[in-house]
Nanobody
Framework: QVRLVESGGDSVQAGGSLRLSCTAD????????VGWFRQAPGKERGPVAA??????????TYVVDWLKGRFTISRDTQNTVSLQMNSLKPEDTAKYYC??????????????????WGQGTQVTVSS
């Protein structure tokens, strides 16, 4: 069983930045994809970004098209993955979840492909 803990959520003004972190209680990220998803009130949980660390140590990153240029994902340590969010907009307001799992690259944006989930961290962006 993998335990994932998100942190870094906060309330910010539009245009601001936040860095979310996802920490696993063991080296769960070595052979797993790690994804970030978000869910706004009344909406379905949707993809944000994902990362996979190859055996060489080089990461492969994925960011949904509509967030490219503002959001980036990185693996900071052996068991920490971060989501850097810049130029935040009110529509980015949501609860952000970290997930991990053994899946195909074609599934990186599919929430139901991930096995392990954190409890989420709230991001609120005011105009």
């Amino acid at each position: 069983q993998v335990r994932l803990v998100e942190s870094g959520g906060d309330s910010v003004q539009a245009g601001g930045s936040l860095r979310l972190s996802c920490t696993a209680d063991w080296d769960a990220f070595r052979h797993n994809y790690v994804g970030w998803f978000r869910q706004a009130p009344g909406k379905e949980r949707g993809p944000v970004a994902a990362i996979f660390t190859q055996s060489s140590g080089d990461p492969i990153t994925y960011v949904v098209d509509w967030l490219k240029g503002r959001f980036t994902i990185s693996r900071d340590t052996q068991n920490t993955v971060s989501l850097q969010m810049n130029s935040l907009k009110p529509e980015d307001t949501a609860k952000y979840y970290c997930a991990a799992g053994d899946l195909w690259s074609s599934q990186v944006f599919q929430a139901n492909a991930y096995t392990y989930w954190g409890q989420g961290t709230q991001v609120t962006v005011s105009s």
